[in-house]
Nanobody
Framework: QLVESGGGSVQPGGSLRLSCVAS????????MAWFRRAPGKEREGVSC????????KYADSVKGRFTISRDNAKNTVYLEMNSLKPEDTAVYYC????????????????????WGQGTQVTVSS
C-alpha cells in the first residue's frame, strides 16, 4: 500500500512537499514515480527516481521547479514542489515499479505494481 500526503491549496509561487509512504513491503527494489491528473486531462508522468544511483527524470513542465527524492530507511519518496503554477493543479499519485535491487533505470514504466490513492494539489490566487 502506498499512502500520499502533503497536498493542499497554495497561491502561485508557493511550495508544497508531497510524501508517499509504503507499508507492507520495502521500497528498495522499486523505482518510484509521481504522476498527476488534472481535471479533463490525461494522467501525466511528473517525475521518477531509480532504485539505486539516484537517477531522476522530470517532465519538461516541472524541470527546475520540482525535486524527487527517496529515503529507503523511511520507506518514503518525496516530491518537493516549488514555484507552483495554477497549471500544476491536479491530483498527484505515487507509484512503485519492481525493477529489482540494482536497477538505475529512470524512465517512466509502462506498468507499475502499486499506486497510491492520490493527494489533491490546488494552486490558485
Amino acid at each position: 500500500q502506498l499512502v500520499e500526503s502533503g497536498g493542499g491549496s497554495v497561491q502561485p509561487g508557493g511550495s508544497l512537499r508531497l510524501s508517499c509512504v509504503a507499508s507492507g513491503y520495502a521500497l528498495d527494489v522499486y523505482q518510484m514515480a509521481w504522476f498527476r491528473r488534472a481535471p479533463g486531462k490525461e494522467r501525466e508522468g511528473v517525475s521518477c527516481i531509480s532504485v539505486v544511483g539516484g537517477r531522476t527524470k522530470y517532465a519538461d513542465s516541472v524541470k527546475g521547479r520540482f525535486t524527487i527524492s527517496r529515503d529507503n530507511a523511511k520507506n518514503t519518496v518525496y516530491l518537493e514542489m516549488n514555484s507552483l503554477k495554477p497549471e500544476d493543479t491536479a491530483v498527484y499519485y505515487c507509484a512503485a515499479g519492481n525493477l529489482g535491487p540494482y536497477s538505475n533505470y529512470a524512465q517512466f514504466l509502462r506498468e507499475y505494481d502499486w499506486w497510491g490513492q492520490g493527494t489533491q494539489v490546488t494552486v490558485s490566487s
